[in-house]
């Protein structure tokens, strides 16, 4: 039909505008609340052992890493209207020197970072287009157009090897070698049985691995192929804490790591042994010899409280409660209330938390039949300060 758009440029208007809208839900997001958690790069053992959930103070939605120093993207809402400029960080693997501004880049945001023994790479977004970028490790030398023909405007995840660079975008996974040479967008097309856009890629062991989804907010796969594009497998691992999410991914010698809703998981790379290591850990993630890192985004607000559900027959009510951070304790409290208190090993939990009168409160509730009482929740994250809501309703009896 005249006029009629292909499926691919179709896509590209559909991600642009999806991107834009994330900018403007992120501007609004920007605004104070007194119950946020600020931004934090965590760090474990490579284990998972001895966690620390407050390591360095940054919002870093991607984050690379090799055996001296620790770099991250940082995040800027106004970045998301693509030609504002944003920085990359960098710090030393103990925490200290840290530099937020390591590398500026007056224009675009940075999506996708990666590095090896002798570049940082990353992805550059600016208005409609998208290109990798390339510097020195001393921060020199930057290229922003190292590879310009990427393929297009969409693209996240970004690895590199010994000899390649791979990075996600659209419906595919591209390859280039790693002086800029021998571009190839479409390296993968099996990846464009899926929809990606800021999903994961690692490579390690002679594959290369990649976050996708069926179709958008629906069921999240790890595809696996060989470094040279045979042996295509899209739906490698199953990542059972990760479903409905473009998950991060970073590879070392003998594991494969992943990031979701509930924290940092990882599985040998053969796809088997799956197991958790880092509740809470994520939505950014990077490994090297000794430390996994992660980001751990500002929760505007930490946790929501929602309408109670009143048991008149009982006198009490139940306080449906979204935690949006974690891992911590929720603790609720309150003049006349038991106290109740929960564990929160996740970053993505709905907790349901009892309201009991007690004392004067519960025996007024039984002469007149209702009583009003006023819940205090408490969030205390892992390495974080604690935040506080209030919600005041009624107790009835009937």
Same mark, same amino acid.
């Given at each position: 039909?005249?006029?009629?758009?292909?499926?691919?440029?179709?896509?590209?208007d559909?991600?642009?505008?999806?991107?834009?809208?994330?900018?403007?839900?992120?501007?609004?997001?920007?605004?104070?609340?007194a119950?946020?958690?600020?931004?934090?790069?965590?760090?474990? %053992?490579?284990?998972g052992?001895?966690?620390?959930? =407050?390591?360095?103070?940054?919002?870093?939605?991607?984050?690379?890493?090799?055996?001296?120093?620790?770099?991250?993207?940082?995040?800027?809402?106004? !970045?998301?209207?693509?030609?504002?400029?944003?920085?990359?960080?960098?710090?030393?693997?103990?925490?200290?020197?840290?530099?937020?501004?390591?590398?500026?880049?007056p224009?675009? =945001?940075v999506?996708?970072?990666? $590095?090896?023994?002798? &570049?940082?790479?990353?992805?550059?977004?600016?208005?409609?287009?998208?290109?990798i970028?390339? !510097?020195?490790?001393?921060?020199?030398?930057?290229?922003?157009?190292? #590879?310009?023909?990427?393929?297009? #405007?969409?693209?996240?995840?970004?690895?590199?090897?010994s000899?390649? #660079?791979?990075?996600? &975008?659209?419906?595919?996974?591209?390859r280039?070698?790693?002086?800029? @040479?021998?571009?190839?967008?479409?390296?993968? @097309?099996?990846?464009?049985r899926f929809?990606?856009?800021?999903?994961?890629?690692?490579?390690r062991?002679? &594959? $290369?691995?990649? @976050?996708?989804?069926?179709?958008?907010?629906?069921?999240?796969?790890?595809?696996?192929?060989?470094?040279?594009?045979?042996?295509?497998?899209?739906?490698?691992?199953?990542?059972?804490?990760?479903?409905?999410?473009? #998950?991060?991914?970073?590879?070392? @010698?003998?594991?494969?790591?992943?990031? /979701?809703?509930?924290?940092?998981?990882?599985? %040998?790379?053969?796809?088997?042994?799956?197991?958790?290591?880092?509740?809470?850990?994520?939505?950014?993630?990077?490994? %090297?010899? /000794? &430390?996994?890192?992660?980001?751990?985004?500002?929760?505007?607000? !930490?946790?929501i409280?929602?309408?109670?559900?009143?048991?008149?027959?009982?006198?009490?009510?139940t306080?449906?409660?979204?935690?949006?951070?974690?891992?911590?304790?929720?603790?609720?409290?309150?003049?006349?209330?038991?106290? $109740?208190?929960?564990?929160?090993?996740?970053? =993505?939990?709905?907790?349901?938390?009892?309201?009991?009168?007690?004392?004067?409160?519960?025996?007024?509730?039984?002469?007149?039949?209702h009583?009003? $009482?006023?819940?205090?929740?408490?969030?205390?994250?892992?390495?974080?300060?604690?935040?506080?809501?209030?919600? /005041?309703?009624?107790?009835?009896?009937?």
């Amino acid at each position: 039909m005249s006029g009629s758009k292909s499926p691919h440029a179709l896509h590209r208007d559909v991600c642009l505008c999806l991107l834009v809208a994330l900018g403007l839900a992120l501007a609004l997001l920007d605004a104070p609340s007194a119950w946020a958690y600020p931004a934090l790069i965590g760090r474990a %053992n490579i284990d998972g052992s001895n966690p620390d959930y =407050s390591f360095i103070p940054a919002d870093a939605p991607w984050l690379a890493a090799d055996d001296e120093h620790l770099y991250w993207a940082n995040f800027d809402p106004s !970045a998301h209207t693509f030609d504002a400029g944003s920085s990359i960080g960098r710090a030393n693997l103990d925490g200290t020197g840290v530099d937020p501004t390591f590398i500026d880049q007056p224009r675009g =945001s940075v999506y996708g970072l990666a $590095v090896n023994a002798a &570049h940082i790479y990353w992805v550059r977004f600016t208005q409609g287009d998208a290109a990798i970028a390339r !510097a020195n490790l001393n921060g020199t030398g930057v290229d922003p157009t190292f #590879i310009t023909d990427i393929g297009g #405007i969409v693209a996240g995840g970004l690895a590199v090897d010994s000899s390649h #660079i791979f990075w996600g &975008h659209n419906f595919w996974i591209g390859r280039a070698n790693l002086d800029g @040479s021998g571009v190839d967008p479409e390296f993968i @097309s099996e990846y464009n049985r899926f929809f990606d856009i800021n999903g994961g890629v690692a490579v390690r062991g002679g &594959h $290369v691995y990649w @976050s996708n989804e069926a179709s958008q907010g629906e069921k999240t796969w790890i595809g696996r192929a060989n470094v040279n594009g045979t042996g295509i497998d899209p739906t490698f691992i199953d990542p059972e804490f990760g479903s409905g999410a473009a #998950i991060k991914l970073a590879a070392d @010698s003998r594991h494969l790591y992943w990031e /979701s809703y509930r924290g940092i998981t990882r599985a %040998n790379l053969d796809g088997s042994g799956a197991e958790m290591l880092v509740p809470g850990g994520g939505p950014s993630m990077a490994v %090297n010899s /000794s &430390h996994i890192y992660w980001g751990r985004a500002a929760a505007q607000p !930490a946790f929501i409280v929602h309408k109670p559900e009143r048991h008149r027959r009982r006198g009490t009510a139940t306080l449906p409660v979204d935690v949006l951070a974690g891992p911590g304790e929720l603790v609720l409290t309150g003049k006349g209330l038991r106290t $109740v208190t929960r564990t929160i090993e996740f970053r =993505s939990a709905r907790e349901l938390l009892r309201v009991k009168p007690k004392g004067r409160k519960r025996h007024r509730l039984r002469r007149r039949g209702h009583v009003r $009482v006023t819940a205090e929740l408490t969030l205390t994250l892992t390495g974080g300060d604690p935040r506080t809501q209030t919600k /005041s309703f009624r107790l009835v009896e009937r």
